[in-house]
């Protein structure tokens, strides 16, 4: 289990760089949102890997964290998700505006065509 | 304290923020109206704020501020505001730069792009939540928050330029908030808590297994806001950004890269200063180098400038870096002489922006819509040199140099005015930390000859730009300004003034503020034993 989420933050990570360094706008684009996605991973197993467990307490169960999984990190990946959400959305109006406006999708608006 | 006091520490928030809903669904053709709104909102805002800032003044030394508990929620486990005096002069300093980017912008700016005035209002918004939240994710959803506001802005007016910058500020700001999530959340694996107080008190604690983790986190958590602050390898972005958005945008943006040092002088001596175990003063050298390398770009980047938009922008990298080395000396009075330069800066950087759109105005045709640069002008200077046009300076032309001399002496530190009592303040401060008898030491010395050379380098970029735009006649175009483009200038400049004369009980109530930041138990204590509102039985039951 965590072999296989660190991983996945390492490939979702290194894609998201590689693709950020790139020169073309739609590139930049998808290595933001790779980049989103292995940090939202990231922020949810900050709050230790466990299987099976309920993030809400119960009535008759001790509410100690080997019973239960931590529920923090959890909301914190919600209101990421939602905010990455909304940036990357927005830089993809920016970006369209930018391949209009200089008929070209280099990040520089120059370079051979696209 | 009474109720509706308490509630004003969020009403810098809610306003705002308000206001701008208000405003979204308003018909464009309505723009008079919404310049009205959004001007009595930002006085309240500003009302608002220096109630909040008469009241941290009257706080005793010792005190910790207003706290403010969203939701009732006991400290550690809700989100809580905190008032303290940072805050309380920063909120100040925001509606303050906002108010006059926004009554410049009433002239002619608010109408070259629609929601300009929302995008103001969830602007300072954010910005005030910014300053006044005492949770680093909190810190984190207002961050977005401020930079949404601010893609928005950069936009505003339109074109090529501004759309290239844009994308290049919204990528890198997306990267920044990145690593943001990644510092918090380790920040969080490690001491299990994100609401400040608390964790300035967890980490003494931290085992040393986990403090590596710790220490990477709040590295790539500080990464992030030294991009925004424009820290020299991170700062590559600023100036072409700055240079080309809209001047009204420009001069609030003077406090965007304060935002990136407030929270690293609010959280460095908060979370590692001297009682924070191993981790004391964690990463202070890194600030201090970092800083000197973007005062050194700046000033180079200064006296290679050829226009006075990229002018301005290094003028704000060499305010930046000043701030990032002096504040990394780690040291309460230094600290209090900083916070003197972060106000003067700001404002003399604002008013700066506003005025270069006046004089630009007044040298090229047309250059309203477009901030043209340098390479845009370039070879064409010498044909504009050609005819010697001999007119009187009139009136116009005096007041934007009057104005163009005020910023320069106050971006350079020269007396009389505010700047050079902001560096002496610094200077006077280092010299005196080390013992009477002790040489100062060699970091000091470097400190000294940077503030110095740093103004040296400001002063001649400034003075030989300003005889080329107003001693060497170009052009008998006199530009046309308006009251309301020239008032917010001169509002700006008069509080750098009125600083200087007031200079006194300012940097009285800086040092207060800075002696706080270092000694933030009563911070702390503030934060964590907040008194919960009690239900009386009359409002019982709602």
């Known amino acids: 289990m965590e072999i296989i989420l660190a991983l996945s933050i390492g490939a979702l990570a290194s894609s998201g760089v590689w693709l950020l360094l790139r020169s073309r706008t739609y590139q930049v684009l998808i290595g933001l949102s790779l980049l989103s996605y292995a940090v939202n991973l990231f922020i949810f197993a900050m709050g230790r890997v466990q299987t099976g467990a309920p993030p809400i307490l119960k009535s008759n169960v001790p509410g100690d964290l080997a019973r239960f999984t931590d529920p923090v990190p959890q909301a914190l990946v919600l209101t990421a998700i939602v905010i990455t959400f909304a940036m990357t959305a927005l830089l993809l109006v920016v970006l369209l505006a930018a391949r209009g406006l200089s008929r070209n999708d280099h990040v520089d608006g120059r370079g051979s065509g696209s | ?542």
Not at chain 2, 42 to 70: E, H, K, M, N, R
Not at chain 2, 153 to 171: D, E, Q
Not at chain 2, 232 to 243: A, K
Not at chain 2, 494 to 522: I, M, N
Request: charged share 10%; with cysteine; glycine share 8%.
């Open chain 2, 1 to 542: 304290m009474s109720l509706a006091f308490e509630h004003l520490v969020i009403l810098p928030i809610l306003l705002p923020l308000a206001t701008a809903a208000l405003m979204v669904p308003l018909d464009e053709r309505r723009r008079p109206l919404k310049a009205v709104i959004a001007v009595v909102s930002t006085l309240g805002t500003l009302g608002i704020a220096l109630a909040l800032l008469s009241f941290a003044d009257a706080q005793a030394p010792g005190a910790g501020g207003a706290v403010y508990l969203l939701g009732n929620w006991p400290a550690p486990f809700g989100i809580v505001l905190v008032a303290d005096r940072l805050s309380a002069l920063m909120i100040t300093l925001a509606s303050i730069v906002v108010l006059a980017a926004l009554v410049f912008s009433i002239a002619r700016w608010q109408s070259a792009g629609s929601h300009f005035h929302s995008l103001l209002q969830f602007q300072l918004a954010g910005l005030n939540g910014v300053f006044l939240t005492g949770d680093l994710f909190n810190l984190f959803v207002f961050f977005e928050v401020l930079l949404a506001a601010s893609y928005g802005l950069v936009l505003h007016g339109s074109g090529v330029l501004r759309v290239k910058a844009s994308l290049h500020y919204i990528a890198v700001n997306l990267a920044a908030s990145a690593l943001f999530l990644i510092g918090v959340s380790l920040i969080y694996g490690a001491t299990g808590t994100l609401n400040m107080a608390d964790l300035a008190a967890r980490i003494p604690t931290v085992a040393d297994s986990e403090r590596m983790l710790l220490e990477a986190g709040a590295a790539i958590l500080g990464i992030a806001f030294l991009v925004k602050a424009g820290m020299w390898p991170l700062c590559f972005w600023l100036p072409g950004t700055y240079s080309v958005v809209a001047p009204p945008v420009a001069a609030m943006f003077s406090i965007m890269t304060k935002v990136g040092i407030y929270v690293i002088v609010r959280l460095w001596p908060l979370l590692f200063g001297a009682e924070a175990g191993a981790s004391a003063y964690f990463a202070g050298d890194w600030l201090l180098v970092g800083g000197i390398a973007t005062v050194v770009f700046g000033a180079l980047g200064l006296l290679a400038s050829q226009d006075l938009a990229r002018l301005a922008s290094f003028n704000v990298l060499v305010s930046s870096g000043t701030l990032l080395a002096v504040v990394a000396v780690g040291n309460a009075t230094v600290t209090g002489g900083a916070l003197f330069y972060l106000v003067i800066s700001t404002l003399a950087i604002s008013a700066f922006f506003l005025l270069i759109e006046l004089i630009e105005r007044g040298r090229i045709a047309g250059a309203d819509v477009l901030a043209v640069t340098a390479e845009a002008l370039g070879d064409d200077e010498d044909e504009e040199e050609v005819e010697p046009v001999g007119i009187a300076i009139p009136a116009t032309m005096a007041m934007l140099g009057v104005g163009f001399a005020a910023c320069a002496l106050l971006l350079a530190g020269m007396p009389p005015l505010a700047g050079f009592i902001a560096k002496f303040l610094m200077m006077d401060a280092m010299l005196g930390s080390t013992a009477a008898d002790a040489a100062p030491d060699a970091t000091t010395w470097t400190l000294l000859a940077l503030l110095l050379l740093s103004g040296l380098a400001v002063m001649v970029a400034m003075m030989r730009t300003g005889i080329r735009v107003f001693w060497v006649p170009i052009e008998s175009m006199v530009p046309t300004v308006r009251f309301l483009e020239m008032l917010p200038i001169v509002v700006l400049l008069s509080l750098c003034v009125a600083l200087t004369a007031k200079a006194g009980s300012a940097a009285r109530y800086l040092q207060a503020t800075a002696e706080g930041l270092y000694s933030p138990q009563a911070y702390m204590k503030s934060v964590l034993t907040a008194p919960r509102v009690e239900r009386t039985e009359a409002e019982g039951g709602s």
